[in-house]
């Protein structure tokens, strides 16, 4: 995930970035979202400017929002988001300062409360200023306010030649007009309006002298939106909390929930929980996932069907709008500039003025190998966890296109490879795909077309799956075909990738047939399709499982020994959630299900430190007694992916499996994470049944059952 190479922002220039916006600490930045808005500001609320900000439709409507009493910068008390993701509030007091009058007052004598909320494209706050001194202050307060109308690859450091129009700034009484047209025609405004006229207005700042009693409050509502409305007020403040807030808990409904005898454990599957649902956004086609904020709150779509299947037992609504969007968005021509190719599913979608203008191809672009197949993974899943041929059907006119183009892109080598076609693309194509991700083990950059090693895994699972579904709609044919096809590329895999001198597969093969002998977290997503056999999924899973790879966090995306292994780069020897997690299911589907309670152990411990909320990805250090895990400065929070691994490890621990053809539930060698002795999912659908399911320790074992009113409403099979 690269920076214009897509996903990742240079760490030099963000950490400089980060620097210059002192005394914030970059790690305490925090997050709303809500439909295609979302607001990223520091603890005490302001935006700075850096990779902050109030973003509509990927441009930066809010560049600067920054709250000054007395002058002066307050002193934090501490800042957090409501449970539920909605609100933002952060307590804040003065330092020494002077009143308008000139009289002195103490640090800590005025508290000031901020709460912000996203709704309908719009950013509510409420200031409040409680006098706690003994005698009554005229306060002054400023509010610094900026609209650069920059696109979002602007923000993360691209340069642009040329630019749209920014207007002067139009003011009444109690609102800023700020526009600006851009170069793809569109006019883009941001309308700051307050509950009272202030004192002095200019284009980039409000004063106001605010009297405050002794022992009491003085209230300040602020909204910005893309047009003037109706004066803020504490009436349309708490009317659009109460429908964000609905609409939230509308989110949250969907799919079963998880509750433990663990508190803190609890804390953190809310947080999961709240950061997916946060994340999800409600579209024409359905609930999809955006990948993460601030730099991909949209559409990805491989980060949309790994979140999805992370999600699939507990919710598969989500999948199911994860397919129809991208069934809506597959590919119909060749364009090198998109990397578009008929059949093929698309990895990013954008609505900033750069992509409209075409000054970078992402607008709709297909630049990843690994998404296509994993769409045709996705809907087989779908479809054995909830027996929907129904759906099935509707999609399958793409599901046969997708296969299609896969089998396209493996004929010349037998293996699915990628190249990007227009200097503009993704050099690697993956989803480690930054620039050095993908190397030889002396250090050589390969030369393309190359065949990771996952892709290959991807594809065998979407072949295998494929042919039991054409099997169940009658079509023989295609159900032999692709069954041919799926047994050739784990033969092929097992034959090419296989390195005897490592005990390991190789992460890929090159344009020039030679392997890359490197040993990377790629070969566990082999272990998550099935694809190896017994012997050397073992191999596999004792090198993943030892200290090389385990950093007692997580797994490493590169074994420590690798000439680029370095615990704070973004690929090679980092620790990322999503991808730990699905080693982890396929470690467990190998056998290995105490392993995989000790990286669920890891995982959730590191969710502690991190304010139970996994970011993107953090560093790879060794664990050490005492010490927490290391973030990484510039990771996406939250992010769709790393919130899903929570559920997709816990699947794993217990052993669950939900047969959506015959309505049973199956559970294999059961076990609870760490700590937990009990733990319940309720209204967990099957078929047309919803039911409640207990996983409970006794002794050294432990048990699943159904509660008693659903006792004989689904089959239960549990295998110890």
């Known amino acids: 995930m690269a920076l214009l190479d897509e996903r990742q922002l240079d760490p030099a220039v963000a950490l400089a970035s980060l620097d210059a916006t002192a005394p914030r600490e970059p790690h305490r930045l925090f997050a709303l979202k809500q439909g295609d808005c979302f607001a990223v500001a520091d603890a005490y609320g302001d935006i700075r400017g850096a990779g902050d900000g109030f973003f509509r439709d990927d441009t930066r409507v809010l560049s600067e929002f920054r ?95 040329r630019r749209g129009m920014a207007h002067v700034a139009e003011m009444d009484a109690t609102s800023v007009l700020l526009r600006y047209d851009g170069l793809d025609g569109l006019a883009r405004a941001s309308a700051i309006s307050f509950s009272q006229a202030p004192d002095q207005l200019t284009a980039d700042r409000a004063d106001f002298l605010l009297a405050v009693t002794k022992r009491s409050s003085m209230v300040l509502y602020v909204e910005v939106g893309p047009e003037l409305a109706e004066p803020p007020d504490r009436d349309r403040f708490r009317a659009a909390a109460a429908r964000a807030r609905f609409g939230m808990r509308a989110k949250r409904r969907h799919g079963a929930t998880v509750h433990s005898s663990g508190r803190v454990f609890n804390d953190w599957v809310e947080r999961a929980r709240a950061d997916v649902a946060l994340l999800t956004t409600e579209l024409a086609t359905g609930p999809y996932p955006y990948a993460g904020i601030p730099w991909f709150s949209t559409a990805f779509g491989r980060d949309g069907v790994i979140s999805a299947l992370q999600m699939l037992w507990l919710n598969p609504g989500l999948a199911r709008g994860v397919l129809a969007f991208l069934a809506q968005h597959q590919a119909t021509e060749t364009s090198p500039f998109s990397d578009s190719q008929p059949g093929k599913i698309m990895h990013e979608t954008r609505k900033g003025e750069m992509a409209a203008l075409r000054e970078l191809p992402f607008g709709r672009y297909y630049g990843g190998v690994d998404t296509t197949p994993l769409y045709i993974h996705l809907a087989c899943a779908y479809a054995d966890r909830t027996g929907d041929m129904a759906f099935i059907d509707s999609l399958w006119p793409s599901l046969c296109a997708a296969a299609e183009w896969t089998e396209e892109a493996g004929r010349e080598t037998g293996f699915v490879t990628y190249q990007r076609a227009a200097e503009s693309g993704l050099a690697n194509q993956g989803w480690k795909d930054s620039f ?106 004792d090198q993943l499982l030892s200290a090389s790879f385990h950093s007692g966090w997580g797994l490493r995306t590169l074994a420590d020994d690798a000439v680029f292994f370095n615990p704070m780069s973004y690929h090679n020897g980092s620790i990322w959630p999503h991808d730990t997690a699905m080693c982890g299911a396929g470690l467990a589907r190998y056998g290995e299900r105490e392993s995989v309670v000790r990286l669920m152990s890891g995982t959730f411990e590191s969710a ?113």
């Not at 007052?105 to 409680?130: M, N, Y």
């Not at 691994?645 to 994470?673: H, K, N, Y």
Request: hydrophobic letters at 45%; one cysteine or more.
């Open 608 to 720: 502690v430190h991190f304010n139970m909320r996994l970011p993107e990805l953090f560093c790879g250090f060794t664990r050490a007694p005492g010490e927490a895990p290391i973030a990484y400065p510039v990771a996406c929070l939250p992010q769709a992916w790393s919130a899903g691994s929570a559920f997709m490890l816990m699947q794993a621990c217990l052993g669950l499996e939900i047969d959506g053809w015959d309505g049973e539930i199956r559970v294999t060698r059961p076990r609870l994470p760490i700590g937990i002795d009990t733990l319940t999912l309720r209204h967990l659908g099957v078929g047309e049944q919803v039911v409640d399911l207990t996983f409970q320790r006794v002794g050294d074992r432990v048990v699943a059952f159904l509660a008693d009113r659903h006792e004989g409403l689904v089959p239960l099979i549990v295998r110890t």
């Open 67 to 161: 709250l000054t009493v007395g002058g002066r910068q307050t002193s934090l008390l501490g800042a957090s988001l409501s449970q539920d993701n909605v609100l933002f509030t952060t307590n804040l007091t003065n330092l020494p300062m002077q009143s308008a009058a000139g009289r002195d007052i103490p640090q800590g004598a005025i508290h000031v409360e901020r709460v912000r909320l996203l709704w309908q494209d719009r950013l509510f706050e409420r200031i409040t200023l409680s006098n706690y001194s003994r005698e009554t202050s005229t306060i002054g307060v400023s509010l610094h306010f900026a609209a650069d109308f920059r696109d979002m690859f602007e923000v993360r450091g691209s340069t642009r030649l």
């Open 436 to 541: 050095d991700s993908v190397f030889h083990a002396d250090g050589r950059i390969p030369k393309g077309p190359i065949a990771l090693v996952e892709v290959q895994g991807y594809v065998f699972a979407a072949f295998r799956g494929l042919a039991k579904l054409a099997r169940r709609r009658g079509e023989d044919d295609k159900a032999d075909h692709w069954e041919d096809r799926a047994e050739a590329m784990r033969v092929a895999v097992e034959r090419d990738f296989w390195l005897d001198d490592l005990g390991f597969y190789a992460l890929a093969i090159d344009g020039e047939g030679e392997p890359c002998k490197v040993r990377t977290s790629n070969a566990g997503h082999l272990l998550l399709v099935g694809l190896p056999e017994p012997a050397r999924a073992q191999m596999v899973a």
